[in-house]
């Protein structure tokens, strides 16, 4: 392992890992105790998040002596913010999340993801089945149900008019920088003090929000690219009170699961992790526990 494509650090109590990608992008990653002797697990963030929202979870992995690295990913991480919006399409976020497994020369291992995190991680599972030892999706369903739903689901079509509004050229931007972020602060309702002076650190940054945005602005709402069968063990969790995913592509997930699943619901948001930490974590941490 290269010093010079991964250095550690501390700060705040919590631990850090620079990785410099073979794209020449250097992404800030928390991360457990680097001596855990435990499966690897990878932890994927969505918008507008940060790998802040892994802090808790990332100390019950980490105590049960799992190796963890939640990054924080393309256009959050300060040192790997390209500037077109066709650096963000999905192939090269898919690719980071390779690229830093190798760094950490990490042959396999159990990936978990929320909102875009777990559209990053269908895809993952989709292409590298042979790397990923079981996967976990918070919120998002298999993204060929998703996109059908957005489609042909009146439901799902209204939840996701918001994509269209994000895939507009600044005006986002200026929506939640007005009065001091407060647009962003409205979605973050679930989160506490201390990950929201986190996620403002970040999105204070010069383009960190336009990159953040440019997810949704490199990626086609119904595209006709297919993901197909999922082999890779997978456990999905859904809140009902999700005001962005409806129920009909949660329901037609389970068309593409082909190894070991689990489709639970739950009476939450779309904030998952944050309104129901213990029922999620336990879930997770069974799953992966399953799927050794």
């Not at 918008?47 to 929202?53: G, I, L, N, Q």
């Not at 919006?85 to 090269?92: A, E, F, G, L, V």
């Not at 918001?162 to 050229?169: G, K, P």
């Not at 200026?174 to 407060?182: C, E, R, V, W």
Request: glycine letters at 4%; a positive charge.
């Amino acid at each position: 392992m290269s010093k010079k494509q991964i250095t550690y650090f501390e700060k705040n109590g919590e631990r850090f890992a620079n990785v410099l990608t073979r794209e020449n992008l250097t992404f800030t990653c928390r991360t457990s105790r680097m001596k855990n002797k435990g499966a690897a697990i990878i932890l994927l963030h969505g918008f507008p998040e940060t790998s802040r929202m892994w802090h808790k979870l990332i100390k019950v992995l980490d105590s049960k002596n799992y190796l963890v690295i939640a990054p924080d990913q393309r256009g959050y991480s300060s040192g790997a913010r390209p500037s077109k919006i066709k650096d963000y399409k999905i192939n090269k976020l898919t690719k980071d999340i390779i690229d830093i497994a190798d760094a950490f020369k990490l042959t396999n291992f159990h990936l978990v993801g929320h909102d875009w995190g777990a559209a990053v991680g269908w895809v993952m599972s989709s292409m590298f089945k042979n790397r990923i030892i079981s996967y976990s999706a918070l919120s998002v369903p298999h993204l060929d149900a998703f996109s059908k739903a957005i489609s042909n689901d009146k439901i799902q079509k209204k939840k996701s008019y918001y994509m269209i509004l994000f895939r507009i050229r600044f005006l986002p931007e200026l929506y939640f920088k007005i009065f001091n972020y407060h647009n962003l602060k409205i979605l973050w309702r679930s989160s506490d003090d201390l990950e929201i002076k986190n996620y403002l650190s970040v999105f204070r940054e010069k383009n960190a929000l336009k990159s953040a945005l440019h997810w949704y602005r490199a990626t086609s709402l119904k595209s006709t690219r297919k993901i197909g069968d999922i082999l890779v063990p997978t456990l999905l969790i859904y809140g009902k009170k999700d005001l962005a995913i409806g129920q009909k592509a949660v329901d037609e997930t389970k068309k593409y699961l082909k190894s070991f699943h689990l489709i639970k619901t739950i009476n939450s948001s779309h904030w998952l992790i944050q309104d129901s930490f213990d029922f999620v974590s336990k879930n997770i941490l069974n799953h992966i526990e399953t799927n050794k």
